[in-house]
């Protein structure tokens, strides 16, 4: 095979319409349908990449070996330090409808659903979301996986859930404060007053 027909070989996938310069690309996306995935020990969240299990289990260890060069900010991922560089440089994605603009590329393909309708619809019942992870998030419920309290046999649909449960037995409690639309859980001793956090 010469190289220029090297350059136009793509490795489609027979399920969907995607396709990709390499066969690993392929291999990795036809993870997306055959439903593997690599498993958190720690908790229960689970991913198509090895990669990206690897990134997420920094965040129990607190390994944050990417750092910006510029400010020392260290990152768990390289992709936080990739988006981290873009506050130095000012790179934004802008939406060509409405004028916002994005850090994130992937936050700028969600905000484009908002103007196209788009929405990711669950199977088992009747609600659609805006974000492939809202309705993975939603789909929990669904797998008939519990996680239950051992001291009271309460049970829930995600460990992160029982997790923050366990603290009312071990005499922390959490605040949910809002913050940009998402929700920020700190956790605070019951014998701290919110004063003293201020």
């Known amino acids: 095979?010469?190289?220029?027909?090297?350059?136009?070989?793509?490795?489609?996938?027979?399920?969907?319409?995607?396709?990709?310069?390499?066969?690993?690309?392929?291999?990795?996306?036809?993870r997306i349908h055959t439903g593997e995935r690599y498993e958190c020990k720690q908790c229960d969240r689970s991913f198509n990449y090895r990669s990206s299990l690897n990134s997420h289990i920094r965040t129990h260890t607190g390994e944050k070996p990417y750092k910006c060069k510029l400010c020392n900010k260290s990152y768990s991922s390289r992709n936080g330090l990739h988006s981290h560089k873009r506050i130095h440089t000012g790179e934004r994605y802008e939406c060509k409808q409405c004028g916002k603009s994005f850090t994130q590329k992937c936050s700028l393909?969600?905000?484009?659903?908002?103007?196209?309708?788009?929405?990711?619809?669950?199977?088992?019942?009747?609600?659609?979301?805006?974000?492939?992870?809202?309705?993975?998030?939603?789909?929990?419920?669904?797998?008939?996986?519990?996680?239950?309290?051992?001291?009271?046999?309460?049970?829930?649909?995600?460990?992160?859930?029982?997790?923050?449960?366990?603290?009312?037995?071990?005499?922390?409690?959490?605040?949910?404060?809002?913050?940009?639309?998402?929700?920020?859980?700190?956790?605070?001793?019951r014998n701290i007053g919110l004063n003293n956090l201020i």
Do not use: A, P, W
Not at 146 to 167: A, D, P, V
């Open 1 to 30: 095979m010469d190289t220029e027909t090297k350059k136009r070989v793509r490795y489609e996938c027979k399920q969907c319409d995607k396709s990709y310069n390499y066969r690993s690309g392929l291999n990795y996306h036809i």
């Open 109 to 189: 393909n969600s905000h484009l659903r908002t103007h196209t309708g788009e929405r990711y619809e669950c199977k088992q019942c009747d609600k659609s979301f805006s974000s492939r992870s809202g309705l993975n998030y939603h789909m929990y419920q669904f797998s008939g996986k519990r996680y239950e309290c051992k001291q009271c046999g309460k049970s829930f649909t995600r460990k992160c859930s029982l997790n923050y449960h366990m603290r009312t037995h071990t005499g922390e409690s959490y605040i949910v404060l809002e913050k940009s639309r998402r929700k920020t859980i700190l956790f605070i001793r």
